[in-house]
């Protein structure tokens, strides 16, 4: 590696400051001012918990959260299952059709979550399957199976098929293979795939917004409700927490998927 | 232990004949190498005695018993592969534990069997560590240790050694050999590396595009092989071909060399092949002509110093002969030098047409 | 050497039971209300329950007699084709720092800090801006305690508003599929362009960029596509100004309830999009 003169990685490592200024302040204001007192976010500063306090009286926002998370929870399992299956089925069989399948889980992430989830609506309405809780988890799952399938797949890639040639060699089934050599070995995958599910699921807005109904409804359809109807400080204290909570999950996350790391 | 049957398999993919109506049959406690160039079909052959892939013809026994069509894991055999294979998730002992355990065995007679087979290769002491924390030779003897705790009817071996360093390859080609006569399993091992084939085997198969070319002992095919392939691929050969005219093979208008005695050839082409560390290698003063000391005259282009002898390239008039000398078997001759080559005609050995 | 084995010929019968579940699920809730979508835009009415429904090109001569529609659509494209310059500009030279300055931990630190925020909520990250934009708000606030003039800065409820909000949700995007392409390249490459004497600046636009080129493109096709569906970031940040495409579209679900329009409107924004893929995607096929 030619080294970069100083001043050359200087100005790099200046400019990489820049962008994280860039991503962070805007939440970093938020987050001080969710304990700001003035309702206004007026200056001086001046320290409160109050709008947290005011978070527990908020029935609302409560029921929501309690939502969002049993959804999420569901679409982890739910999807992490069928992905897993699916990404093994990818995996070991050759047959016609394949790769057609494979092509088929980038719509789902590809095409613009308003047409998704208009479409949703649509076809929900229509059929009968109606909007509410339900609806949510159904679109959420199918958003979140693509996401799966690519991490587990990613994972699978560098499993040898060796390995379990040598299981069925040393007399195992195929579910013995598939159970105490193939899963132990994809697991960081699996785990990795199963936490995407659940921050897909649990920032997911736009869809959830085109299937909710005024009692069942998730988080981000609630803020986004509140924020139209006028900012309050409450919003900017969830808020704060939804941040806190999905970026310390992601930490997690990053310690079983390395993100292209260095390997 | 066991003896292994092939009849009359083929198995094609797609276009491809990857065997093409194989037959051999591997006899109980022998060791057997099945060697071939990359695409001779001889990985194809190993994974369908190992159940991996199921023949479109023909049947395999083992013991007797027809296995074409039984599972890998209903098979009873054990298999070392190119790259080991052992199980990242699990350690060194419970590795060598998973054939038993999933037989449905438990308890102290896995861990006396384990310990067994550990010690047989020589790692009891490294039973706890997980495979990524061994070295490369370790790792085999792990992978050889799982094969045959299970004490498999037969021990397939696929190119176990390719991925390990020359020195080492050696080291464990002899430990190999030592456990496979400790054990007595009937043992099917493919390598592309003549040079293991000849040193590791009781028994050779050379394959070539999905077909046996010739079976038998290392020395007899060292000896007699029965095509230019053969005679090629196993050892160094310089092949020499002419007609066949009264008991002399005439290579062209002024040269002909003599045929083994006893060689009743019938009149036509012939081919021929001779070892190049059967060639002899003598300076010749030049433009003596009607000297009639060796088969053959020429000039040498170049030379290949390897340590303990040197290879000779000597142009015959066109013709590319290979001598090789022992060191301290006569004076080095320099390149340029005209040479006079001989041999013994026993040595010559004719082969059938093709 | 490597043989594929029989057992995985004709492998379908073995691989539907473990696929079915998981394409049953996409069918059930992606492709079949994509396919309903298209046939719902040529109803007339609201409800296919509805004696008086019937099938009609209306909605779709409604884009094309309306110059609003096709205005607004146009805006939309334009302001994806901003954002994803801006976030390639500011993006790109971000992902060469760390792929070819950092080194080990550091630059997976920092790598994690980048994209981290792409996995939090947007929704409150967009929501976050108005905070720092509006009059009175930080950025002002700052300006006018640094500043030795007064100025006033309102950006809030303006199109720069929406630009900077959706450049701030997609640039991990952007960041991340070009730190994938870049790290890739080999260093030797790098070192023998510069050994046979190129400078800094040639080596990068003979050898680096050419080589992450698809990381940019796929990056670009990543944060194009939702920008131009984009209206939930214009409803926040634009106000006014924020009416887009997109925004036009969600009201017809949920305050106008003309559904057959709204599903029109929808389908010819997946057209034009996949319209624009198709006709890069030699260019993406080049790259790849």
């Given amino acids: 590696m030619i080294r970069a003169p100083a001043f050359l990685s200087g100005l790099g490592r200046f400019y990489i400051g820049l962008v994280l200024v860039f991503l962070y302040l805007p939440l970093i204001i938020m987050a001080a001012m969710s304990f700001n007192a003035s309702p206004f976010y007026q200056l001086p500063f001046e320290g409160t918990t109050e709008w947290y306090a005011a978070l527990a009286q908020n029935d609302g926002l409560i029921a929501a959260t309690l939502n969002s998370l049993k959804i999420a929870v569901m679409t982890t399992i739910l999807a992490t299952v069928l992905g897993t299956a699916a990404s093994l089925a990818l995996f070991r069989y050759e047959f016609r059709g394949k790769r057609v399948l494979q092509a088929l889980l980038f719509p789902p992430i590809a095409i613009p979550w308003l047409i998704s989830g208009t479409a949703m609506l649509i076809f929900f309405f229509g059929t009968g399957i109606g909007r509410g809780l339900h609806a949510i988890l159904l679109g959420h799952v199918a958003l979140a199976l693509p996401y799966v399938i690519i991490v587990v797949s990613a994972r699978l890639q560098t499993f040898s098929k060796d390995l379990e040639d040598a299981a069925a060699s040393l007399g195992a089934s195929s579910w013995q293979t598939t159970r105490k050599v193939t899963l132990p070995c994809i697991a960081p995958g699996i785990v990795a795939g199963g936490l995407f599910a659940f921050a897909v699921s ?47 999950l992601m930490l997690v996350v990053s310690r079983f998927f390395r993100f292209g790391g260095d390997q | ?47 369908m005695i190992a159940g991996f892939e199921f023949p479109d013809e023909g049947s395999i026994r083992i013991d007797g018993e027809a296995v074409e069509n039984v599972p890998v894991n209903r098979r009873r055999i054990g298999m070392v592969f190119q790259n080991y294979a052992l199980f990242p998730n699990m350690s060194v002992e419970a590795n060598v534990a998973f054939g038993l355990e999933v037989r449905g065995e438990t308890g102290e007679a896995v861990r006396r069997a384990v310990a067994e087979a550990l010690d047989l290769v020589q790692l009891g002491a490294l039973a706890k560590r997980r495979p990524h924390q061994l070295s490369g030779g370790q790792r085999q003897r792990v992978a050889l240790a799982r094969a045959i705790v299970t ?17 080492l390859r050696t080291d464990m080609q002899v430990e190999l050999k030592r456990i496979q006569r400790e054990v007595g399993v009937t043992t099917i091992f493919v390598t592309h590396d003549q040079d293991e084939a000849l040193s590791i085997s009781d028994r050779i198969g050379i394959l070539k595009d999905g077909r046996i070319v010739q079976e038998g002992a290392p020395e007899e095919i060292y000896d007699r092989p029965k095509s230019e392939f053969a005679a090629t691929f196993l050892g160094e050969a310089n092949i020499l071909s002419g007609e066949v005219s009264g008991g002399r093979l005439q290579l062209d208008a002024t040269t002909a060399i003599a045929l083994p005695q006893g060689t009743n050839a019938a009149p036509g082409r012939l081919r021929c092949a001779i070892r190049p560390e059967r060639v002899r290698i003598a300076a010749a003063p030049t433009g003596v002509n009607g000297d009639r000391a060796g088969q053959l005259r020429g000039t040498v282009v170049r030379r290949l110093f390897s340590g303990s002898a040197s290879t000779y390239f000597v142009d015959c008039t ?9 060191r301290g078997g006569g004076a080095d001759i320099v390149v340029g030098s005209p040479v006079a080559l001989d041999w013994d005609p026993a040595d010559l050995i004719p082969l059938p047409a093709a | ?29 992606i492709f079949l209300p994509l396919s309903a979508m298209v046939y719902f835009s ?30 607004l659509l146009w805006r939309s494209l334009q302001l994806g084709l901003l954002v994803t310059l801006i976030c390639v500009v500011v993006g790109f030279p971000a992902a060469y720092v760390l792929a070819k300055i950092f080194k080990g931990r550091a630059r997976e630190a920092i790598f994690l800090l980048v994209i981290l925020p792409f996995w939090s909520n947007s929704l409150v990250r967009v929501f976050s801006w108005s905070m720092v934009l509006r009059e009175g708000g930080i950025l002002d606030t700052a300006l006018n305690a640094v500043l030795p003039f ?71 096709a990543l944060i ?9 970031e214009p409803r926040i940040l634009g106000g006014r100004g924020g009416t887009l495409y997109g925004t036009v579209i969600e009201d017809q679900f949920t305050a106008v309830y003309n559904w057959p329009l709204g599903a029109a409107l929808s389908f010819i924004l997946l057209a034009v999009v996949l319209a624009i893929l198709l006709v890069s995607a030699p260019v993406l096929r080049k790259a790849a």
């Fill in chain 3, 150 to 220: 007064e100025v006033t800065f309102d950006l809030m409820y303006s199109f720069p508003a929406v630009v900077i909000g959706l450049v701030h949700s997609y640039l991990p995007y952007m960041v991340l599929t070009c730190y994938l392409s870049l790290q890739a390249i080999d260093d030797a490459l790098i070192e023998a362009a510069r050994s046979l004497g190129a400078s800094r600046f040639t080596t990068l636009r003979r050898v680096v960029a050419p080589l992450a080129l698809p990381g940019v493109l796929a990056g670009s």
């Fill in chain 2, 318 to 326: 066109g013709r590319e002969m290979k001598a090789i000398v022992q």
């Fill in chain 3, 224 to 232: 194009f596509i939702p920008v131009v569906g984009s209206f939930m």
């Fill in chain 2, 151 to 167: 004490k498999p009817r037969v021990l397939l071996l696929d190119e176990p050694l390719s991925a390990l360093d020359k020195a």
């Fill in chain 3, 1 to 29: 050497m490597a043989t594929t084995g029989t057992r995985r010929q004709n492998g379908l019968a073995k691989a539907l039971p473990l696929l079915t579940p998981a394409y049953a699920w996409l069918t059930l809730a």
């Fill in chain 1, 202 to 248: 649990f920032d997911q807005f736009v869809v959830s917004y085109f299937l909710a109904t005024p009692g069942q409804t998730t988080l981000p359809v609630e803020i986004y409700a509140a924020i139209r109807k006028g900012f309050t400080p409450e919003i900017n204290a969830v808020s704060t927490i939804i941040i806190v909570f999905s970026m310390s």
């Fill in chain 2, 1 to 47: 232990m066991a003896r292994v049957e092939v009849q009359n398999v083929s198995l094609t993919f797609g276009a491809h004949k990857a065997v093409d109506d194989v037959s051999i049959a591997f006899e109980d406690g022998g060791f057997y190498a099945l060697l071939g160039p990359s695409g001779s079909g001889k990985t194809t052959l190993l994974r």
């Fill in chain 3, 42 to 71: 040529l109803l007339t009415s609201m409800s296919p329950s509805e004696q008086s429904s019937s099938l009609t090109l209306a909605n779709y001569a409604a884009f094309f007699s309306d110059p609003l529609y096709a205005t």
